[in-house]
């Protein structure tokens, strides 16, 4: 439990969402911590090729993003890497 209150004030600093990964997403969070071995993957930034986070998290399941009680996308939208679920999880 302690490592949920941990998450309060961290930056946020890359969201991994797009093309082959379906309707899940990663969320980077916290302190960035360089890997061994950088991700080679274009579609990423450098920082998320580059670094792992101190916390992230992965979400599974179905689910919903609003914003001010508007929606914003779902996990049934296209997850195209310029489709909506992509641009709306990486403004949002």
């Keep these: 439990m302690k490592e949920i209150f ?3 004030n961290q930056t946020c600093w890359a969201v991994i969402a797009g093309k082959g ?3 899940i997403f990663n969320i980077k969070i916290g302190e960035k911590i360089p890997r061994a071995k950088p991700i080679n993957n274009p579609h990423l ?6 670094y792992d986070s101190k916390y992230g998290i992965m979400v599974y399941s179905s689910w919903e993003l609003t914003k001010n009680g508007d929606f914003v996308c779902d996990s049934d939208d296209s997850n195209e890497n310029d489709g909506p679920m992509v641009s709306h999880l990486m403004q949002n």
């Design 6 to 8: 941990e998450l309060y």
């Design 21 to 23: 990964t379906g309707s």
């Design 45 to 50: 930034s450098d920082d998320a090729r580059n």
